[in-house]
């Protein structure tokens, strides 16, 4: 099989600080250094990770190696800081590598951005020719296609306004629009798709799906493990700008998971949970929360269920206690509120450890807990304890989004799958 | 907008000799049965070839956006074009009244028409200069986006000015004929000083702009630099007024050429030294040379440093 695209030990570097931008004055420093013989002044480096930093300088990407065939469908994930855009700004001749080669076969067309280029005082005709040729096509070729270009975007009417007078969502449209008609052998995308409203993100992956399908080769770069699920076949995971993986997609979103998750797992410390209600008898007090039964990766599994340990010690004697427990959504907004049954608690002096299961169909998303500890006689008005911000999780897109028809979970959606919606059976 | 061009994408570069060219990137047409362009992206080495090719290949995108500046230029003005016109006969009258009225400075010609035909290659050089400086920098969110011939940015910038330019010759015309003054044969240069002065300004601006990426003084120092360097031109005065021990100096300052030719050119005054001229265009050509080397050598910078 051809290849489309051969990277070999490719890398770059980045000097640290700004001695890139300098000024006259910062060259006249330095020229003057030199001439006193005296080294320059190091710069303390930015990033911790020895492996990246090296004196002065930061390595983006180091020995990046990789080949993608023709009519591969690619995606590329990472953190933040990982090489994703340094990889791309690489791959869209925006900057040049340090050490390595890339090799591309066939017309490439990289989006890095939707409407490049864009001014506000044009039409959005004389905008969408400049936009066009600004990512390669020729005025010729987009005269041909203008008629379709504008009817993709729908902005029919509004051809010959200047685009300052477009709402945001038609100036994306009309960038989307010229874009989604380029027609390349190779396409190259950024998470461009994260801007516009859903239903434009829908289309925009509609149209990602039937130019993979095409056989044109893709790379896609996303945070967005879903629609790199549902488009790519093969990842490539950075990671500290070294490639940790390059395989089937299914594996390569668990290894990411997996790197990002890190920070997560392992038993919540609640001895710096905040305690902010007021009124606390702390008659019971929690010692130690867990959330058990994570799968590995620090995410809840697809069928959602929750195992919550909480360790209670009893200050004083006291009758039988609730545990309740709200989950909010990582902005904060509470999403709902569990409570157990009727719990005795341990005798005065002593600890112990209660086992909760309970099962919460939970959107993709991070969240985290409040737990409170009432007395069951007072109904919820005395609390003896209450934490907030413990047990934070993650559920994943990968674990729901086997069983979703849908593609992806949008954050329209709200934050539960609700169940039912199933057709009733007439007999 | 019907011209036929190939793609610039699609369109192999012809000029072979991969095999030890010292370009960075190089477009070239692979020899395989499938004839496919290939791209090869390799870290930047040594001095780079200039390339022209590749220029010729965006020269849409160059169009376009030249064409982005002239539609934009005089948006949401009132007068519009008129600035183009109201500017130089503005700053002729003033200098009209200074120098000739105040100061008595003796000229061939009328002397309204003998500013007006000074400042208008001095007012392209400087507005041009000016735009081709920031040209690089201003071109940021392109930059960082999309890639293409770097060049293609400041060389965009050259046509703006050229309408202007256009414009003023129709005043010019008028002021010719209401002073009833005949141009000679050597009008027919014109256009040559025409492209003497766009080379000036692309040969000064292609410095300045790729300085100007690394050292934002650089954009500071243009207004005030194209400011004094006016009054080292022949344009307030003749260059009789120059003593003519210091002429060849003088004549370092690559617009005193070029504005001494336009105005022959135009007026059919006494014939330019062409020793002055001479010296002018040597000194313009190995600032245009080692300006686009530079630029050349710096550019695969640029959207590591903006």
Known sequence: MTYSIQIENLSKRYRLGLTHAGSIRDLANRLARRLIGRGETKIAPLSHDPDRVDGEHFWALRNIQFTVNQGEVVGIIGKNGAGKSTLLKLLSRITFPTAGRIEMVGRVASLLEVGTGFHPELTGRENVFLNGTILGMTRQEISRQLDAIVDFAGVGKFLDTPVKRYSSGMTVRLGFAVAAHLDPEILIVDEVLAVGDIEFQNRCIGKMKSVAESGKTVLFVSHNLASIKTLTTRTIVLSGGKMIFDGPTAEGVTRYVAENMIADTGQQSIADAKRTLTGLDQNLQMTDLGLRGLDGHGTLPADGRFQVSVTVRANSDCGEFLVGMTVYSQDKTPIGSTFSDPLSPPQCGQSRTYELVATFPLAPGRYHCGISLTSLRSAGRELHDSLDDVIPFEVSATSIVDDLRTGQWSAAWGYYRLNGLKETVHS | ?306
């Open chain 2, 1 to 306: 907008m019907d011209r036929v061009n190939a793609n610039p994408l699609l369109k192999p570069n012809c000029q072979g000799d991969t095999a030890n060219s010292p370009l960075t990137l190089e477009t070239i047409n692979q020899m395989s049965p499938t004839a496919k362009q290939s791209t090869i992206i390799e870290p930047p080495r040594g001095w780079l070839k200039l390339n022209l090719g590749e220029i010729w290949r965006y020269r849409d995108l160059l169009y376009l956006l030249a064409r982005r500046d002239i539609s934009t230029r005089f948006r949401q003005s009132v007068i519009g074009y008129g600035w183009a016109i109201l500017r130089p006969l503005l700053t002729a009258a003033i200098f009209t009244l200074v120098f000739s009225v105040f100061v008595k400075v003796e000229t061939e010609v009328p002397y309204p028409i003998f500013a007006f035909a000074g400042l208008m290659p001095w007012l392209y050089f400087a507005n041009s200069l000016t735009d081709v400086t920031s040209s690089i920098v201003g071109g940021g969110p392109l930059l960082t986006k999309v890639y293409f011939p770097r060049l293609v940015l400041p060389l965009a910038k050259i046509g703006v000015g050229l309408v202007e330019l256009a414009l003023q010759f129709l005043v010019l015309f008028g002021l010719l004929i209401y002073y009833s003054y005949a141009p000679g044969w050597q009008i027919l240069l014109v256009p040559v000083f025409v492209l003497v002065t766009v080379v000036t300004a692309l040969a000064f601006g292609i410095w300045l702009t790729a300085l100007n990426v690394k050292y934002r003084d650089v954009g500071m120092a243009v207004p005030f630099l194209i400011q004094i360097w006016m009054y080292l031109c022949p344009i307030v005065y003749p260059i009789t007024m120059v003593p003519e021990q210091f002429r060849t100096i003088y004549a370092i300052n690559p617009m005193v050429g070029v504005i001494e030719g336009f105005r022959w050119a135009l007026l059919g005054t006494q014939h330019p030294n062409w020793t002055m001229v001479g010296v002018s265009l040597a000194v313009m050509s190995v600032i245009l040379i080692t300006g686009v080397a530079y630029f050349r050598k710096v550019e695969t910078s640029f959207a590591d440093i903006i």
